[in-house]
């Protein structure tokens, strides 16, 4: 009985196939094209005019690499201003916002090292005169015969002693700023001036207060016309970045606006945890947009290199990647996939799956789907 089920169940399951395959070939019919695996294969005139045919074609391109950035100050225009030793603040020059330059008064201390120090110059400067004074008179006595040659090289050499103790007097009195020990007069106050040019951005100074000598910084000194950018760029997208490329930076808080840099320094080391090298880049900020510990958004730009690039419209999309049609003969399509690196005003730059010169479906690829 079963034999006999399955008997009549064959000739019944071979029409439903046999069916089934004629609505296939009826369908590629009536589409005007047929698929076979990978192979689109035209046949329709109709569906050829709908088709548009362009080469795959290499144009200059440069990647951009979007990443977040820190406004940080150059650190040669960028000083911490603490007294060298210890005294009492006797006198402030300075107020928040205020523009100084190189050698500018800030603040003056009472300072006993200091006094210590003018004491130790104006003796080696007095033993030197005499030092001097006594060689003199040495040199003019063994010439009348009166002195002998010993008097006059220890004179010599006791000259030699005090131009020593001078030098390392006045080289003392430098760590204090003095440049014209000279005009120095015993017991003055010590000056703190401003060492590089810039705006006082900072300023703890109280008159009448007593600091240590090794009391944190009482004021800070900045030149920030220009600045730099710290970017953290990720491992895989260091290969397009490289010193003195241009860059464009965007503030939250400046909506709008777009300011220009260019790659200072790349880092040699990678975060081992976050994966990323550490990129800094100079920027003009002479208008004073951008403020320290602002967070930006940093758009770098490799330098122009030739890439495969298609019409936007040729992309077609499958379920797990994009794919072209690129023809093999006339009337005749394969469909390959692509790695698309970036689309852009409608056209789409390729980093694997074409080559240069490749004839591809431009437009009109949808209909093959």
């Given at each position: 009985m079963m034999k006999k089920r399955n008997l009549l169940m064959f000739p019944l399951g071979g029409a439903l196939l046999f069916a089934a395959c004629g609505q296939i070939t009826e369908q590629e019919q009536k589409s005007g094209y047929r698929i076979k695996g990978d192979t689109v294969y035209v046949a329709d005139h109709v569906l050829n005019e709908k088709i548009r045919v362009s080469e795959a074609r290499l144009e200059p391109y440069s990647k951009e690499v979007i990443t977040s950035g820190i406004v940080r100050p150059i650190p040669t225009r960028y000083?911490?201003?603490?007294?060298?030793?210890?005294?009492?603040?006797?006198?402030?020059?300075i107020q928040i916002g205020q523009t100084v330059?190189?050698?500018?008064?800030?603040?003056?201390?009472?300072?006993?090292?200091?006094?210590?120090?003018?004491?130790?110059y104006f003796q080696a400067l007095s033993s030197r005169e005499l030092a001097r004074k006594d060689l003199k008179r040495k040199e003019d006595l063994i010439k009348n015969g009166v002195s002998s040659q010993k008097e006059l090289e220890e004179a010599q050499n006791a000259l030699l002693v005090a131009d020593k103790e001078f030098e390392n007097a006045s080289a003392a009195l430098k760590v204090y700023q003095v440049d014209n020990p000279e005009e120095m007069i015993l017991g003055q106050p010590l000056v703190i001036r401003s060492p590089i040019s810039g705006e006082v951005i900072e300023n703890n100074i109280v008159t009448g207060q007593y600091l240590?000598?090794?009391?944190?910084?009482?004021?800070?000194?900045?030149?920030?016309?220009s600045i730099w950018i710290a970017a953290q760029v990720k491992e895989k997208d260091i290969r397009f970045i490289a010193s003195g490329s241009s860059l464009d930076i965007e503030v939250a808080a400046l909506p709008g606006t777009t300011i220009k840099g260019n790659i200072y320094h790349v880092?040699?080391?990678?975060?081992?945890?976050?994966?990323?090298?550490?990129?800094?880049?100079?920027?003009?900020?002479?208008?004073?947009?951008?403020?320290?510990?602002?967070?930006?958004?940093?758009?770098?730009?490799?330098?122009?290199?030739?890439?495969?690039?298609i019409p936007e419209k040729a992309l077609l999309q499958g379920e797990k990647d994009s794919y072209v049609y690129v023809r093999q003969a006339p009337d005749?399509?394969?469909?390959?996939?692509?790695?698309?690196?970036?689309?852009?005003?409608?056209?789409a730059v390729i980093n694997r799956g074409l080559q240069p010169g490749d004839e591809i479906i431009s437009e009109g690829g949808y209909y093959l789907k």
């Amino acid at each position: 009985m079963m034999k006999k089920r399955n008997l009549l169940m064959f000739p019944l399951g071979g029409a439903l196939l046999f069916a089934a395959c004629g609505q296939i070939t009826e369908q590629e019919q009536k589409s005007g094209y047929r698929i076979k695996g990978d192979t689109v294969y035209v046949a329709d005139h109709v569906l050829n005019e709908k088709i548009r045919v362009s080469e795959a074609r290499l144009e200059p391109y440069s990647k951009e690499v979007i990443t977040s950035g820190i406004v940080r100050p150059i650190p040669t225009r960028y000083a911490y201003i603490a007294p060298p030793f210890a005294g009492r603040v006797l006198k402030s020059y300075i107020q928040i916002g205020q523009t100084v330059r190189q050698g500018t008064p800030l603040f003056e201390i009472s300072s006993p090292d200091f006094t210590t120090a003018q004491k130790e110059y104006f003796q080696a400067l007095s033993s030197r005169e005499l030092a001097r004074k006594d060689l003199k008179r040495k040199e003019d006595l063994i010439k009348n015969g009166v002195s002998s040659q010993k008097e006059l090289e220890e004179a010599q050499n006791a000259l030699l002693v005090a131009d020593k103790e001078f030098e390392n007097a006045s080289a003392a009195l430098k760590v204090y700023q003095v440049d014209n020990p000279e005009e120095m007069i015993l017991g003055q106050p010590l000056v703190i001036r401003s060492p590089i040019s810039g705006e006082v951005i900072e300023n703890n100074i109280v008159t009448g207060q007593y600091l240590k000598d090794d009391a944190d910084p009482i004021a800070i000194v900045a030149d920030l016309s220009s600045i730099w950018i710290a970017a953290q760029v990720k491992e895989k997208d260091i290969r397009f970045i490289a010193s003195g490329s241009s860059l464009d930076i965007e503030v939250a808080a400046l909506p709008g606006t777009t300011i220009k840099g260019n790659i200072y320094h790349v880092e040699e080391a990678v975060d081992a945890e976050t994966r990323s090298i550490q990129v800094l880049s100079v920027c003009d900020n002479s208008q004073g947009l951008l403020k320290l510990g602002m967070y930006t958004t940093v758009h770098f730009l490799s330098p122009v290199m030739e890439q495969v690039q298609i019409p936007e419209k040729a992309l077609l999309q499958g379920e797990k990647d994009s794919y072209v049609y690129v023809r093999q003969a006339p009337d005749v399509f394969v469909r390959r996939p692509v790695e698309v690196e970036v689309i852009r005003n409608g056209v789409a730059v390729i980093n694997r799956g074409l080559q240069p010169g490749d004839e591809i479906i431009s437009e009109g690829g949808y209909y093959l789907k």
